[in-house]
């Protein structure tokens, strides 16, 4: 069984286009994170929520919306694509007060934007 | 703001010998988390260990540990009889006591010669 899960695994798309990513997790976790891995693997936070209510919400463009339906989905939402948002993005569970809060992360999406 | 420093880029180990990843972090904070990661070429984030600030005892997973020296602010990551499998980048990560984000350093790409 998948822990956390994220759809699509690769995405190749043109500029200015809107696309989405989904993220599942079946771990009964209460926190979810997108992560966004650029070419040089630096690892950047880019949202958090926590029970569906958005808590972290780093310095990133608008265009990124992040949309939580429920405690096990955080979908991330781009609008206009560009350029630089090709890179990997993840995404991440963990348990508010649980084992250090060790965060369990998807397989990752590769997106490439042209 | 807490910040992760690895100051290896890139480090390299023979079949079966052991290395030692570097990681120091700066916090003002007493009690906190302390992970490191594993990513490899499949691009999967897999935790390797975890260390809770409030335990003097080193954390250790089979072929891993780790010397944790609180006072230094640093957390390092040795792997006894490397294994060609352990070839991956591998990054450390702080995580705070209280609110939801992890601070993750820029990572370590390992080679393991045959």
């Known amino acids: 069984d998948t822990a956390v899960s994220q759809t699509p695994k690769y995405l190749v798309t043109q500029m200015g286009n809107d696309k989405s990513i989904k993220c599942e997790q079946n771990?009964?976790?209460?926190?979810m994170y997108w992560y966004k891995q650029d070419s040089k693997k630096f690892l950047k936070i880019m949202f958090s929520?926590?029970?569906?209510?958005?808590?972290i919400n780093e310095t990133v463009p608008n265009r990124f919306s992040p949309k939580s339906p429920d405690k096990a989905h955080l979908n991330l939402h781009i609008n206009s694509l560009e350029l630089g948002d090709s890179a990997v993005y993840f995404c991440a569970s963990s348990q508010y007060g649980q084992g250090g809060e060790t965060q369990y992360f998807g397989p990752g999406t590769r997106l490439l934007v042209l | 703001a807490q910040t992760v420093t690895q100051s290896q880029p890139e480090m390299s180990v023979q079949e079966a010998e052991t290395v030692t990843l570097s990681c120091t972090y700066d916090?003002?904070?007493?009690?906190?988390?302390l992970f490191w990661y594993k990513q490899p070429p499949s691009r999967q984030m897999i935790l390797v260990i975890r260390q809770e600030a409030y335990k003097q005892q080193n954390a250790t997973e089979n072929r891993f540990s780790v010397n944790f020296q609180k006072a230094a602010k640093s957390f390092s990551l040795k792997i006894s009889d490397s294994q060609l499998g352990d070839a991956a980048m591998y990054f450390c990560?702080?995580?705070?006591?209280?609110?939801?984000?992890?601070?993750f350093g820029t990572g370590t790409s390992l080679t393991v010669i045959p």
């Open positions: 929520y926590n029970n569906k209510e958005l808590i």
């Open positions: 771990l009964g976790h209460d926190t």
């Open positions: 990560a702080y995580r705070t006591n209280t609110g939801n984000q992890f601070y």
């Open positions: 916090t003002s904070e007493s009690d906190y988390y």
